[in-house]
């Protein structure tokens, strides 16, 4: 099965040992991983600001990119969603919108793949730690995928997985949103990090780097002993 990676922006400046997660995850799972080189940002933070022709102009630049591929797979719930999100962005053009439909219909978040696609739900990692997983927002609410992840976790040895209290709420990031909206968002997180105190947990699995980067450096600044990974890191934890 031939599997395109779709690194994400963050993925590719912050996040590089996840991406190499995902694909050393996949490639044991049986894939081919090929990274097209033409790829940029989805477009999602001109297209939440507004920018609709900015927007259209980055997915058309992706739609291109990927317009071969047999599958596209993210390590970004956020980023799969704006995929998704394409035809609509092409609703008056009908040449866009056919080529976007092709892409969005054969694009997955990382462990939505291995769990719909692949039919795995135990890649064999081990991982011994209490740890806790952040729903993001648009991976559960866009995307409407709330299931992968935990199937996936589950199964990995040694990890207990706690409940983390009001677990749908937003982290606060939200793109642009913690920018322009930075006292509110500054409360958003603080809130999202005494929940995940109050799990015990630690280690914090997420499935969006956006997430973990606002959490993540909050956590660090306030110095407590929580470890921030994406769930990529985890699938790739062997005895």
Known sequence: MKVSLFVTCLGEIFYQDAARDVVEVLERLGCDIDFPGGQI?????????GYRKDAQKAAKQMITTFADSEYIVTPSGSCAAMFKEYPNLFK?????????QIVADKTYEFTQFIVTVLGVEDVGAVYPARATYHT??????LLKESEAPFKLLKNVKGLELLPLKNSYDCCGFGGTFALKMAPISEQMVDEKVRHVQESTAEVLIGSDSGCLMNIGGRIDRRELPINV???????NTRA
């Open 229 to 235: 990974k994406h769930i990529a890191q985890i699938l």
């Open 92 to 100: 008056e053009d009908n040449e866009w919108q056919e080529k976007a």
């Open 136 to 141: 993001s927002c648009h991976m559960l609410r």
């Open 41 to 49: 940002c989805c477009g999602q933070p001109a297209y939440n600001s």
